[in-house]
């Protein structure tokens, strides 16, 4: 028989606040334990939900750039449950009313593009932080309160790729906007995935088994695609899935069982009586929704415009400042994208990353950047110059124009010199052009060498190349 | 019997500001009351930081109304430093690291805060008797309840302790004592006064209340505590206003409602007729008296509403009592999380509270939710509705505040009431809906008070308090202390 | 609706953390005979089930919400004064089983 994966993804994303959700308390992690609370995060009797308007605003940019229906009025409930990370029994979060809804995000799998929906986004809180010793568990309640948004998909994807495409584009869409961290492997981005089997062609769900611990994006694939195979093979074995929740786990690269879900916990969900309706303002959904951040799609569309391939596009992507940099330098008139892209993508992040910088945090200016694109593109100096001028941009700050000065790399491509130094070449080297004409192609590029070594390096080796073809002809033709 | 604070804050402000007596002494004065206390009134006692603020108490100025003078609270308000139970064991030796925003306003206000009062468990009773420190007895009668759960503070108040006594009114937890112990039992409008800091029962319907001995005093108490708080997102932001002014000057809306229900269901003829004096002398004064058909199905709802809605609220509000971050350790040992919860729990909440908390969390199930909790709640709706509606014609509702004699301990019973008497009920009224509602002396029937009670529109608190004046009048009983004269 | 058995009165204890004694069971379970009936007379109040439930006890809608500033957080010392169970800076409860997070869903 032949099964159809279906996979439903929630994922919660801690929202980087300076405050949290409902407590004054900062919001900042490493922090010594328990040093990080207010008396709302431990619970104390008599301690009041204060709702924090930048969450909110974080909340309406994540709703739009998911293309949801934001509800413009605020209402909270309360997630009722007993468990020593969660000090009031209860969590406020939205289940009745979200304050997104019915939305989309576009992803790309092998080249194509593919709506998957979004149901609810919804605003809540997080939980304190447990260690687990030997045989006590000790409470850290630094964490509790930071205020989290929960994304909630339709069941639309159907494999591992969709599924880790998707997770990529939301962890994409709240890093660009600057509402997260998006970091799975701390935490700050958490997905929960659903997978059921059901026959193909057929509508009704098969019985689902939850998973959790997925803290890479490569993880989500390896579980998906891993589960998919666990519960196909028990099905074709005649057996059936248990509703269950499982964890990954890295070592084993396998799924395996945390709990059966024999015994649902009722949550008792009901309206938080503390947080009268908040009516969100015009002027405010207006501000949060016109100080986004441009989103990864939106990008992909100008760099696809400007000719950079899938793999260019989706690499450059990856940082939000690599794609903010290199939109400048655009910007800036620089006339080959392509070179750009491989100078920023190749020898400029080799170098941040081996000196451990981000770009802003180097000497490199985008203006100096686009002059040394340009230079290569009018091939007024050759590759190595340049890469030896980069070095000295990168560790001095200087623009190229004053290292093309200092390093006397001037004129290079002019025309009479390049012929100058060809002509002595080819005078000198009788037996290589015979060598060349007799079919050994190895000739051309000693020649070439011999150009550059004349030149002290200071010509564009494929013009000398260029120039030197012109002269002897193709290889392996006598005359 | 105290020498000074038997008397009301306005005649020890008065003496305050012609140095006939300085606020130590009135703490002094307060704390013999305490000490003299036999009605099992408090909870833990503040007296050194009493005695320490009221030293730092500099000049009294003429508009300074409540400075200097002592006050006491219901043990469901947290205080820093002051061990806060609200009766229960589950926090015995609970010392909050806060004050809540009324204990602080007061004290801004320059008030000293002596001692807390006893209350029914978490304030979840009606009785004053459920407490981890036994029964609190009426002043009046020793053998019967005062009323609760603000116990402590109406038996304190009633017995001229201090002048002033914050409780809580979540059903009529305020105003059904006051009835019981001849003292002014004042609910203010639902987010008029900030919450935060008072132990939560039942958020939706709790509200900051409090116990005088005289309406002018309540309306300078309200004046003090009203107004916006930041920590309290329910709190309104609408302007708050003197409320002594509308007192003062008798400021009071013109027509009166009373239930024709309610008044066929008066057994107690001396009761009703006392009820009937009142409302004719009320049209001598010039208001307009109007006999209102409330619908009595919605009156019969009164108490499953209020108390599927209560429990169901209070067992989320108490979840986070789980002797982990505060309140006394596990006993036996616990090997799990859940033993550890379940070892304080069981120990620390009384039977009455776990019976409660089972039906209250029963009907948030959600298969259950439907039929009990969201029923309850669009009964509550009706409710409100049809109160809404009176209050488009009417401007007060007037009704005894109580329908016998406070009950007698021993024949109390703690069981989900079998046949609720909406007369028991009906100053939940005023919760639902948030209204204004006071209760102040009515009579005394064989030497046991009596209280009438007013309620108005939301954020008409200076009406009921004006409307409360001219009654006070009427009756002429004011500044009542047990004992006195 | 669930019927009221005495396991269900029970599971309901529990999952509130504390223990019932029979007699304690006993009384709930007549106690809901009671609020049954309860229920059904709020049923049969006319028109019930055509308004929305409410929460509230009037409708004022807010408008402010807290500015993002953070206000300065409690010392460890003073946050845990009140805990019995604690190792160092942080809460000691007995080992609980499970994962972080588990209950987050």
Same mark, same amino acid.
């Given at each position: 028989?032949?099964?159809?994966?279906?996979?439903?993804?929630?994922?919660?994303?801690?929202?980087?606040?300076?405050?949290?959700?409902?407590?004054?308390?900062?919001?900042?992690?490493?922090?010594?334990?328990?040093?990080?609370?207010?008396?709302?995060?431990?619970?104390?009797?008599?301690?009041?939900?204060?709702?924090?308007?930048?969450?909110?605003?974080?909340?309406?940019?994540?709703?739009?750039?998911?293309?949801?229906?934001?509800?413009?009025?605020?209402?909270?409930?309360?997630?009722?449950?007993?468990?020593?990370?969660?000090?009031?029994?209860?969590?406020?979060?939205?289940?009745?009313?979200?304050?997104?809804?019915?939305?989309?995000?576009?992803?790309?799998?092998?080249?194509?593009?593919?709506?998957?929906?979004?149901?609810?986004?919804?605003?809540?809180?997080?939980?304190?932080?447990?260690?687990?010793?030997?045989?006590?568990?000790?409470?850290?309640?630094?964490?509790?309160?930071?205020?989290?948004?929960?994304?909630?998909?339709?069941?639309?994807?159907?494999?591992?790729?969709?599924?880790?495409?998707?997770?990529?584009?939301?962890?994409?869409?709240?890093?660009?906007?600057?509402?997260?961290?998006?970091?799975? $492997?701390?935490?700050? =981005?958490?997905? *929960?995935?659903?997978?059921? +089997?059901?026959?193909?062609?057929?509508?009704? %769900? !098969?019985? /689902?088994?939850?998973?959790?611990?997925?803290?890479?994006?490569?993880?989500?694939?390896?579980?998906?695609?891993?589960?998919?195979?666990?519960?196909?093979?028990?099905?074709?074995?005649?057996?059936?899935?248990?509703?269950?929740?499982?964890?990954?786990?890295?070592?084993?690269?396998?799924?395996?069982?945390?709990?059966?879900?024999?015994?649902?916990?009722?949550?008792?969900?009901?309206?938080?009586?503390?947080?009268?309706?908040?009516?969100?303002?015009?002027?405010?959904?207006?501000?949060?929704?016109?100080?986004?951040?441009?989103?990864?799609?939106?990008?992909?569309?100008?760099?696809?415009?400007?000719?950079?391939?899938?793999? $260019?596009?989706?690499? =450059?992507?990856? *940082?939000?400042?690599?794609? +903010?940099?290199?939109?400048?330098?655009?910007? %800036? !008139?620089? /006339?080959?994208?392509?070179?750009?892209?491989?100078?920023?993508?190749?020898?400029?992040?080799?170098?941040?990353?081996?000196?451990?910088?981000?770009?802003?945090?180097?000497?490199?200016?985008?203006?100096?950047?686009?002059?040394?694109?340009?230079?290569?593109?009018?091939?007024?100096?050759?590759?190595?110059?340049?890469?030896?001028?980069?070095?000295?941009?990168?560790?001095?700050?200087?623009?190229?124009?004053?290292?093309?000065?200092?390093?006397?790399?001037?004129?290079?491509?002019?025309?009479?010199?390049?012929?100058?130094?060809?002509?002595?070449?080819?005078?000198?080297?009788?037996?290589?052009?015979?060598?060349?004409?007799?079919?050994?192609?190895?000739?051309?590029?000693?020649?070439?060498?011999?150009?550059?070594?004349?030149?002290?390096?200071?010509?564009?080796?494929?013009?000398?190349?260029?120039?030197?073809?012109?002269?002897?002809?193709?290889?392996?033709?006598?005359? | 019997?105290?020498?000074?604070?038997?008397?009301?804050?306005?005649?020890?402000?008065?003496?305050?500001?012609?140095?006939?007596?300085?606020?130590?002494?009135?703490?002094?004065?307060?704390?013999?009351?305490?000490?003299?206390?036999?009605?099992?009134?408090?909870?833990?006692?503040?007296?050194?930081?009493?005695?320490?603020?009221?030293?730092?108490?500099?000049?009294?100025?003429?508009?300074?109304?409540?400075?200097?003078?002592?006050?006491?609270?219901?043990?469901?308000?947290?205080?820093?430093?002051?061990?806060?139970?609200?009766?229960?064991?589950?926090?015995?030796?609970?010392?909050?690291?806060?004050?809540?925003?009324?204990?602080?306003?007061?004290?801004?206000?320059?008030?000293?805060?002596?001692?807390?009062?006893?209350?029914?468990?978490?304030?979840?009773?009606?009785?004053?008797?459920?407490?981890?420190?036994?029964?609190?007895?009426?002043?009046?009668?020793?053998?019967?309840?005062?009323?609760?759960?603000?116990?402590?503070?109406?038996?304190?108040?009633?017995?001229?302790?201090?002048?002033?006594?914050?409780?809580?009114?979540?059903?009529?937890?305020?105003?059904?004592?006051?009835?019981?112990?001849?003292?002014?039992?004042?609910?203010?409008?639902?987010?008029?006064?900030?919450?935060?800091?008072?132990?939560?029962?039942?958020?939706?319907?709790?509200?900051?209340?409090?116990?005088?001995?005289?309406?002018?005093?309540?309306?300078?108490?309200?004046?003090?505590?009203?107004?916006?708080?930041?920590?309290?997102?329910?709190?309104?932001?609408?302007?708050?206003?003197?409320?002594?002014?509308?007192?003062?000057?008798?400021?009071?809306?013109?027509?009166?409602?009373?239930?024709?229900?309610?008044?066929?269901?008066?057994?107690?003829?001396?009761?009703?007729?006392?009820?009937?004096?009142?409302?004719?002398?009320?049209?001598?004064?010039?208001?307009?008296?109007?006999?209102?058909?409330?619908?009595?199905?919605?009156?019969?709802?009164?108490?499953?509403?209020?108390?599927?809605?209560?429990?169901?609220?209070?067992?989320?509000?108490?979840?986070?009592?789980?002797?982990?971050?505060?309140?006394?350790?596990?006993?036996?040992?616990?090997?799990?999380?859940?033993?550890?919860?379940?070892?304080?729990?069981?120990?620390?909440?009384?039977?009455?509270?776990?019976?409660?908390?089972?039906?209250?969390?029963?009907?948030?199930?959600?298969?259950?939710?439907?039929?009990?909790?969201?029923?309850?709640?669009?009964?509550?709706?009706?409710?409100?509705?049809?109160?809404?509606?009176?209050?488009?014609?009417?401007?007060?509702?007037?009704?005894?505040?109580?329908?016998?004699?406070?009950?007698?301990?021993?024949?109390?019973?703690?069981?989900?009431?079998?046949?609720?008497?909406?007369?028991?009920?009906?100053?939940?009224?005023?919760?639902?809906?948030?209204?204004?509602?006071?209760?102040?002396?009515?009579?005394?029937?064989?030497?046991?008070?009596?209280?009438?009670?007013?309620?108005?529109?939301?954020?008409?608190?200076?009406?009921?308090?004006?409307?409360?004046?001219?009654?006070?009048?009427?009756?002429?009983?004011?500044?009542?202390?047990?004992?006195?004269? | 609706?669930?019927?009221?058995?005495?396991?269900?009165?029970?599971?309901?204890?529990?999952?509130?953390?504390?223990?019932?004694?029979?007699?304690?069971?006993?009384?709930?379970?007549?106690?809901?005979?009671?609020?049954?009936?309860?229920?059904?007379?709020?049923?049969?109040?006319?028109?019930?089930?055509?308004?929305?439930?409410?929460?509230?006890?009037?409708?004022?809608?807010?408008?402010?919400?807290?500015?993002?500033?953070?206000?300065?957080?409690?010392?460890?010392?003073?946050?845990?004064?009140?805990?019995?169970?604690?190792?160092?800076?942080?809460?000691?409860?007995?080992?609980?089983?499970?994962?972080?997070?588990?209950?987050?869903?």
């Amino acid at each position: 028989m032949e099964f159809e994966p279906v996979i439903g993804i929630e994922i919660h994303v801690e929202l980087k606040t300076k405050s949290k959700m409902f407590s004054s308390a900062p919001c900042s992690f490493g922090e010594k334990p328990n040093s990080e609370t207010t008396y709302y995060d431990l619970a104390f009797p008599g301690v009041m939900p204060v709702v924090n308007k930048e969450a909110v605003a974080y909340g309406i940019k994540v709703i739009t750039a998911l293309n949801m229906t934001l509800d413009k009025t605020l209402y909270f409930d309360r997630k009722n449950y007993f468990y020593p990370d969660l000090p009031k029994g209860y969590q406020i979060t939205q289940q009745f009313r979200p304050i997104g809804k019915d939305g989309y995000v576009i992803i790309y799998v092998n080249g194509e593009e593919k709506r998957i929906g979004v149901e609810q986004a919804h605003l809540e809180e997080d939980t304190a932080k447990q260690i687990h010793l030997s045989d006590i568990s000790l409470l850290n309640f630094n964490r509790c309160g930071t205020p989290l948004i929960e994304i909630v998909s339709l069941p639309q994807m159907h494999s591992g790729i969709e599924a880790m495409k998707y997770v990529e584009a939301i962890r994409e869409i709240v890093t660009y906007l600057g509402v997260s961290d998006g970091k799975m $492997e701390n935490g700050s =981005l958490r997905c *929960d995935i659903n997978i059921s +089997l059901r026959e193909k062609g057929t509508e009704k %769900l !098969g019985t /689902k088994c939850e998973c959790k611990n997925l803290n890479t994006i490569q993880n989500i694939k390896a579980a998906v695609d891993y589960e998919i195979k666990r519960q196909t093979e028990i099905l074709n074995n005649g057996g059936e899935v248990e509703q269950e929740t499982r964890r990954y786990d890295e070592g084993l690269k396998k799924t395996v069982l945390m709990r059966k879900k024999t015994d649902a916990i009722d949550y008792k969900y009901f309206r938080e009586p503390n947080i009268v309706p908040i009516d969100l303002d015009d002027g405010f959904i207006y501000d949060a929704i016109h100080s986004m951040n441009k989103l990864p799609n939106q990008y992909r569309k100008d760099l696809r415009r400007v000719g950079l391939g899938d793999y $260019e596009i989706e690499e =450059l992507l990856k *940082d939000r400042e690599f794609v +903010l940099f290199f939109v400048d330098c655009l910007t %800036l !008139g620089v /006339k080959n994208p392509r070179t750009l892209w491989s100078i920023l993508m190749v020898d400029i992040l080799g170098y941040l990353n081996k000196n451990d910088l981000t770009i802003s945090q180097s000497h490199l200016k985008k203006k100096d950047l686009v002059t040394l694109v340009d230079l290569l593109n009018d091939k007024k100096i050759n590759s190595r110059q340049g890469k030896d001028i980069l070095a000295t941009m990168l560790e001095e700050g200087k623009s190229p124009e004053s290292i093309i000065k200092e390093k006397g790399y001037v004129q290079v491509s002019d025309d009479d010199f390049i012929n100058e130094i060809v002509g002595k070449v080819l005078e000198a080297n009788a037996q290589s052009i015979a060598d060349w004409k007799r079919g050994k192609d190895r000739a051309l590029g000693y020649l070439v060498g011999q150009a550059m070594k004349l030149s002290q390096g200071k010509i564009n080796p494929s013009l000398a190349k260029e120039k030197i073809l012109n002269r002897i002809g193709p290889c392996g033709k006598q005359e | 019997m105290t020498k000074w604070n038997k008397h009301s804050i306005s005649y020890l402000h008065d003496a305050l500001v012609k140095k006939q007596v300085t606020p130590l002494e009135l703490v002094e004065d307060c704390i013999k009351g305490i000490q003299a206390d036999d009605c099992n009134s408090f909870e833990a006692l503040a007296f050194e930081e009493a005695r320490k603020a009221a030293e730092q108490i500099g000049e009294i100025k003429e508009d300074e109304y409540l400075k200097g003078i002592p006050f006491l609270a219901k043990d469901n308000y947290s205080t820093k430093g002051i061990e806060t139970t609200a009766s229960s064991n589950i926090l015995n030796g609970y010392v909050p690291l806060f004050d809540a925003t009324a204990i602080s306003k007061l004290k801004r206000a320059g008030m000293i805060m002596v001692a807390k009062t006893t209350m029914d468990e978490l304030a979840m009773g009606g009785t004053g008797t459920s407490g981890h420190k036994g029964p609190t007895l009426n002043p009046y009668d020793h053998e019967r309840i005062v009323g609760g759960s603000s116990c402590g503070s109406a038996s304190s108040t009633a017995l001229g302790i201090a002048p002033l006594a914050l409780g809580s009114d979540t059903g009529d937890s305020v105003r059904k004592p006051a009835s019981y112990s001849a003292t002014v039992g004042f609910k203010p409008t639902w987010g008029r006064i900030s919450r935060f800091g008072l132990f939560p029962f039942a958020p939706s319907l709790d509200t900051i209340a409090y116990f005088t001995r005289n309406v002018l005093d309540a309306s300078y108490v309200l004046t003090a505590l009203a107004g916006k708080d930041s920590k309290d997102m329910s709190s309104s932001s609408r302007k708050k206003e003197h409320y002594q002014d509308y007192v003062i000057n008798k400021r009071s809306l013109k027509k009166i409602g009373y239930f024709k229900a309610v008044n066929d269901a008066i057994e107690d003829e001396r009761l009703k007729s006392k009820y009937h004096e009142l409302l004719d002398k009320l049209k001598d004064h010039g208001y307009e008296v109007v006999c209102y058909e409330y619908p009595v199905d919605l009156l019969n709802a009164l108490y499953p509403t209020y108390m599927i809605i209560s429990c169901a609220e209070s067992t989320s509000n108490n979840a986070n009592l789980d002797g982990i971050r505060f309140g006394p350790i596990a006993e036996g040992n616990p090997k799990t999380y859940e033993e550890y919860m379940k070892a304080c729990r069981t120990k620390g909440f009384s039977d009455l509270i776990k019976r409660r908390f089972v039906i209250g969390s029963f009907s948030l199930l959600s298969q259950n939710q439907f039929e009990m909790f969201s029923r309850a709640q669009k009964a509550r709706r009706l409710i409100v509705d049809n109160m809404n509606k009176f209050f488009d014609g009417l401007d007060y509702l007037i009704l005894p505040a109580s329908y016998s004699k406070p009950k007698k301990i021993k024949e109390l019973s703690t069981a989900w009431s079998t046949k609720p008497d909406f007369l028991d009920n009906i100053l939940g009224l005023g919760n639902f809906g948030g209204f204004p509602s006071i209760t102040l002396p009515l009579m005394f029937e064989d030497g046991l008070p009596f209280g009438i009670n007013i309620t108005g529109r939301t954020f008409e608190d200076g009406y009921v308090l004006g409307m409360a004046k001219e009654i006070e009048e009427i009756t002429g009983l004011k500044d009542l202390v047990k004992g006195d004269k | 609706m669930i019927k009221i058995t005495k396991e269900v009165i029970e599971k309901c204890a529990s999952n509130l953390m504390f223990a019932l004694t029979p007699q304690q069971t006993d009384l709930i379970y007549e106690e809901f005979a009671t609020v049954l009936t309860q229920i059904d007379f709020l049923k049969s109040i006319p028109g019930v089930d055509e308004v929305e439930p409410m929460t509230f006890p009037y409708k004022d809608h807010q408008r402010n919400m807290r500015e993002d500033e953070p206000k300065k957080p409690l010392a460890a010392k003073d946050a845990l004064a009140n805990c019995h169970t604690k190792l160092g800076n942080q809460v000691k409860l007995p080992k609980v089983v499970g994962n972080q997070n588990d209950q987050m869903e």
